[in-house]
């Protein structure tokens, strides 16, 4: 994609990846706005990067995502690029009982949010010479974990949601690209530091590189080989990456 010369807007802006890539792409001349449900981290962000701007906003309010859109195109007419990367982890168990209220707040944050913010943006974004929807994934989408069941099953919704949506939009402006990072070392989880988890300033730094390529997937190379995951035989994959982490179990507070 063009990296320079876009007016960008990303939701889940305030830590993490989303902070990551915002500031990247602020860095590199782009207008981006900021999306977040605390209006105190968004002050804190934007008061770190001068020109930034930001909108407060929880994905999973339908009314609100119409309204955030409804501003943000009446203030920014030149908005090219969508980055829906608002999301949340909780932990479930898929043998035992369920969370409801828990499990609903997963879909209607990880799968319908990034689906409801592309609708309410897209008739936009196609009227624009050159746009983008950059869909944030996982690793998991792939490879689930299975102490985030619900969590990686939506992940793999919106791989699958990606490559219907780019399909639907093939004959117009607008590019769709997906990114499925691997376990980074943010605080979706829990900031460990462990050695397992990818450092963010390298996961930023490859990131934006093959966002800089002409690719559908901006991957980092650690992902790949479970991107390629082996089609038919992939329970004896996924039971033996899960293994792995019950017997070194992911840290948390």
Known sequence: MKTTDNTIFITGGTSGIGRGLAESFHKLGNQVIIAGRRQELLDEVVAANPGM??????????AEIQTVAEVLIARYP????????AGIMPFDNAAGILDDSQAARTID????????????FVEHLKKQPDAYIINNSSVLAFVPLAATALYSATKAAIHSYTLSQRFMLRDTSVKVIEIAPPWVDTDLIHKSGD???????????ETMEKLAQEN????VD???????????????????FNLSLVNNPIPVA
């Open 53 to 62: 701007d930001s909108i407060r906003l929880d994905v999973s309010n339908p």
């Open 78 to 85: 030149s908005l090219n690029v969508i980055i829906n990367n």
């Open 109 to 120: 944050t990880n799968l319908l949010g990034p689906v409801r913010v592309s609708s309410a």
């Open 195 to 205: 050695p397992r988890a990818m450092p963010l300033d390298a996961f930023l730094e």
């Open 216 to 219: 559908v997937e901006a991957l």
């Open 222 to 240: 650690v992902v790949v080989p479970l991107r390629d995951n082996p089609g038919s035989k992939e329970h004896a994959l996924v039971r033996d």
